[in-house]
């Protein structure tokens, strides 16, 4: 990486640091520290189970514990085993804690009216737009890929998400059973594989790869969330299959898709794939793809 950037990167979170008073015992002038407050807002009104707090914040179990230990000590939240399965604990604001959080709601408002404020007009749009854009890059990073078996819970979560929205944006409607799906076994090595991308633990899309014997390889059931659509995930998704169809020799890399997903026929267009030919018999097809594979560390077959 480059060594400009990286410092920027370190000035950058230096001052955010400081501005916000991050390194003050005592944030937004309470008796916390940033992770208290920051725990007790992400607990929200409806509360929720402590395994998703952990997986949202990116904290490791230990440091959540003490954190709820401190916070139930004060009678600001109450920690009880969730009433379907004891071994899952969840986490509620008490009256005490909402009135906390309510505090903490007003006090975040001053610090950002206080960022704000100093600036003309025209520094605040700067600051706000250069803010949306750091937080976006900054989700983006935080999403995994997985290899997961294409029956997993994620996985079929997925895909009945994606049928739910070709079904509505499809002009015919769409019908699994009609559709050339590839069974569970055509993505699962070694005949295939299938991704599960994850932001904060919670499945946000999938992409899977077919890898047949004599015939190229084919990426099958791309999806992306909406709320995950300005992630880069998309081509993330195609860059991680066309790596991994590399790795087991395959040299091409071909897919199909309907003629109402304008986004993702500019998307494979700007990753290098040609229109040709049908190839199958997919009845909701309307465009087919295909594009050399050029990875580096492509083994020709």
Not at 20 to 32: E, F, N, S, T
Not at 69 to 92: I, K, N, Q, W, Y
Not at 189 to 211: D, N, S, T, W, Y
Request: proline residues 6%; charged residues 30%; neutral net charge.
């Amino acid at each position: 990486m480059d060594v400009a950037q990286i410092e920027q990167v370190r000035r950058f979170n230096r001052t955010v640091t400081a501005r916000v008073g991050v390194l003050h015992d005592r944030y937004l002038g309470r008796d916390r520290p940033i992770g208290e407050a920051r725990l007790l807002w992400e607990i929200g009104e409806r509360g929720d189970d402590v395994r998703r707090l952990r997986e949202r914040l990116g904290l490791d179990s230990g440091y959540v514990s003490r954190l709820l230990r401190s916070l139930e000590g004060d009678g600001l939240v109450a920690v009880e085993p969730h009433p379907e399965d004891r071994r899952v604990r969840t986490v509620r604001l008490t009256e005490k804690g909402r009135a906390e959080r309510a505090l903490l709601d007003d006090r975040s408002d001053d610090l950002a009216g206080s960022l704000l404020q100093p600036l003309n007009a025209t520094q605040r749009a700067r600051l706000v737009a250069a803010m949306a854009e750091v937080e976006l890059l900054l989700t983006a990073g935080t999403v995994t890929l997985d290899v997961v078996d294409p029956d997993h819970p994620d996985a079929r979560h997925c895909l009945l998400a994606y049928f739910a929205e070709l079904q509505e944006r499809f002009d015919t409607g769409f019908d699994p059973e009609r559709s050339l799906l590839p069974d569970a076994g055509e993505l699962r090595p070694p005949r295939g594989l299938f991704l599960v991308a994850r932001l904060h633990g919670e499945p946000v899309g999938c992409a899977g790869v077919k890898l047949p014997s004599g015939a190229p390889a084919e990426i099958k059931r791309m999806w992306v969330a909406p709320r995950a659509r300005r992630l880069g995930l998309a081509r993330r998704f195609l860059t991680e299959l066309e790596a991994r169809a590399a790795r087991q020799g395959y040299d091409t890399l071909r897919l199909d898709t309907n003629k109402t997903l304008s986004a993702a026929i500019s998307l494979y267009h700007s990753f290098g794939f040609q229109e040709v030919p049908a190839f199958n018999d997919e009845p909701y097809a309307h465009h087919w793809f295909e594009k050399p594979i050029t990875t580096p560390t492509a083994e020709r077959r």
